[in-house]
């Protein structure tokens, strides 16, 4: 049985929520920061990331932080529920400070660096799971039910506004060395993870339980399979532009789809399951779940996309070298955090009072405006209007994403909050990467199409032979998205230094100047970019409808069988007593 609340004390659930808050900022930024400091760390490696056989580690450099976190959150969170959520919590910040420090002190150059980052990176990556897996559940444990929505839409805004976050923060500290974009982490982590030690209380309900081995093992490999699958495709494969045809991504993504068929099966009948299906019983905990699913399905390769197209066409054509425009995008992107921040706590203090289903159904649906917006834009837009566009994209998901978690947490029982946490994390997270390998499939399939007869029409005009221009006509799309990802021109960079030196003088400075190759590609990347756009409009908006099924304002702790304080026996066993109404209770109103 949990504490009261007023037993938990005041101080305590300000430092409940400030540290967890702190650790999640640290573990979202560097799921980002790698993205805008690419090209210096490659550059300090001593490592040409576009040559022949580097396109599989700059997708490991860039993803290997996702993959495992997302793979480990389950699995963290209930050994979480059974040995203490603070104490893996607090181990969580210990191992990501010293994969922080590996990473920066990354010893060899070359290919061999690169493994090793990968590695270290995935060190910061299993960390990571540790705090995400445990945060919501410790916020959840240290408030009051009326005060959770404000809590965790605080702690939101550090999960989602850490990913802006990074990549202005990469932008900057890269422009100093390549390893400060790891160290800077390291005394953060330090500082947390004392505090952590010192200051934070378990005050959650442990369920001693066996070890779900064989749920564990299917899991971690499915899940495991499938993002290293989904990974793989975005990579070209012999004559096509991505790998979706290549025998081993079909069989990764075949075979991780097929161990989590039997991962199911495992947790259907095992008496204590890593993935407890019976929560899913909870009306709130099913719809909050599919909803933040879609959410993220929806928004998670926004950004990737949103720095491609400022980095390869805008910022090239209002003048910014492509040196110079990594930092400059993570800047340009600042107006959605900005909305997020404002929306995220105002949105869980009213959902605290009113519910959550009002709020988070609105969200999506001002996120599906926001993205209806964006198809409007042209290729060379007006930034105010790009930054509006923005801001109410922030707005909408700040609008969802407090009340969501808030209305998912308070309405599992209190043993269960640590695994709830973690499946509540493996969703999002795992609709993000989704996201990425969906969106920029969506992307390069409709570039493939669109952007070699650009790429003729453009170089023939300026005086380049038609043979020639027929030949560079056909670059892959992904090496010139990924050329103005890193920084670079991307015709400057794939053309063999043979072939520009057989080109006019005045030919070769056309070709390479920055906006040349934005002014081509910018018509044909805006058409791709809208299909992606109207997708995650359609996305948003079954989300809208997912979250209007969770029914009304729901508290388990309040509304178990006994009808106060905590819930007795197996409240799962009970489900129609989990999907109750709510009633006007500790200062709280129905919800809509």
């Known amino acids: 049985m949990n504490p009261a609340p007023q037993s938990r004390g005041l101080a305590y659930k300000w ?5 967890t808050t702190l650790g999640v900022l640290m573990a979202a930024m560097n799921g980002t920061i790698v993205m805008i400091s690419l090209p210096v760390i490659f550059r300090g490696m001593h490592v040409n990331p576009l040559g022949a056989g580097q396109t599989s580690l700059l997708l490991w450099v860039l993803m290997g932080y996702n993959v495992a976190t997302t793979v480990l959150l389950v699995t963290f969170g209930r050994i979480s529920d059974t040995y203490g959520k603070v104490r893996f919590y607090n181990l969580g910040f210990v191992i990501f400070t010293i994969g922080s420090i590996l990473a920066a002190l990354t010893p060899s150059l070359g290919m061999a660096g690169e493994v090793e980052l990968i590695i270290f990176r995935v060190v910061q990556g299993i960390g990571g799971a540790f705090l995400f897996a445990n945060s919501a559940a410790i916020i959840t444990d240290a408030f009051p039910a009326n005060q959770r929505g404000l809590a965790l839409g605080v702690n939101q805004i550090a999960a989602i506004g850490g990913s ?6 990469g932008g900057v500290v890269a422009s100093v060395d390549w390893r400060f974009v790891f160290l800077v982490s390291a005394p953060v982590g330090v500082i947390g993870s004392v505090w952590a030690y010192l200051r934070l209380k378990e005050l959650g ?8 081995s064989w749920g564990n093992l299917t899991f971690g490999l499915g899940l495991t399979s499938l993002m290293v699958g989904l990974t793989y495709a975005l990579m070209p494969y012999e004559n096509q532009s991505m790998g979706w045809g290549n025998p081993w991504v079909r069989t990764a993504i075949g075979l991780g789809a097929l161990l989590l068929v ?6 259907r009948r095992v ?31 926004l950004q990737f996309m949103l720095i491609i197209w400022l980095q390869g066409i805008w910022l090239p054509l209002h003048g910014v070298s492509f040196a110079n425009t990594p930092l400059q995008a993570g800047l ?7 909305g997020f921040v404002i929306a995220g706590p105002i949105s869980g203090a009213l959902s605290d009072r009113f519910g959550a289903r009002t709020f988070s159904s609105l969200g999506m649906l001002v996120t599906a405006v926001g993205f209806y917006l964006l198809t409007t834009l042209p290729s060379d837009f007006r930034f105010s209007v ?3 566009y923005l801001l109410i994209m922030g707005i909408g998901m700040g609008l969802f994403a407090s009340p969501n978690t808030s209305s998912i947490m308070s309405a599992v029982p209190a043993e269960f909050r640590g695994v709830a946490s973690g499946m509540l994390a493996t969703f999002q ?3 993000m990467v989704m996201s990425m390998a969906i969106f920029f499939s969506i992307v390069i399939s409709s570039l493939s199409s669109r952007l070699p007869h650009a790429l003729n029409h453009g170089l023939t005009a300026i005086g380049m032979p038609a043979p020639l221009a027929a030949n560079i006509a056909h670059l892959p799309p992904i090496a010139a998205l990924f050329s103005a990802l890193l920084g670079y021109n991307p015709l400057g960079q794939l053309l063999p230094a043979s072939v520009q030196h057989m080109l006019p003088r005045a030919v070769e400075a056309h070709l390479l100047a920055p906006h040349f190759f934005a002014d081509l590609i910018g018509q044909p990347f805006s058409a791709s970019l809208r299909i992606v756009f109207f997708m995650a409009i359609g996305l948003s908006l079954i989300a809208a409808a997912a979250s209007l099924l969770r029914g009304r304002h729901y508290i388990a702790e309040i509304h178990g069988p006994t009808g106060a304080g905590e819930p007795e026996g197996d409240l799962l066993a009970q489900p129609n007593a989990l999907v109750a109404d709510g009633a006007e209770l500790s200062g709280l109103e129905p919800g809509d």
């Open 15 to 19: 430092i409940a929520l400030s540290n």
């Open 164 to 169: 802006v976050l990074g990549i202005v923060l």
């Open 205 to 212: 309900v442990r369920t001693p339980r066996r070890v779900d």
């Open 262 to 267: 039997v991962f199911i099966f495992i947790e």
């Open 271 to 301: 008496k204590a399951p890593m993935f407890e299906l019976k929560l899913f019983r909870i009306r709130p905990f099913w719809a909050g779940n599919l909803s933040g699913f879609l959410a993220s399905l929806g928004r998670g390769g």
């Open 332 to 338: 340009d992107t600042l107006p959605m955090m900005v």
């Open 386 to 388: 790009f930054a509006i």
């Open 429 to 431: 997270n795992a609709g």
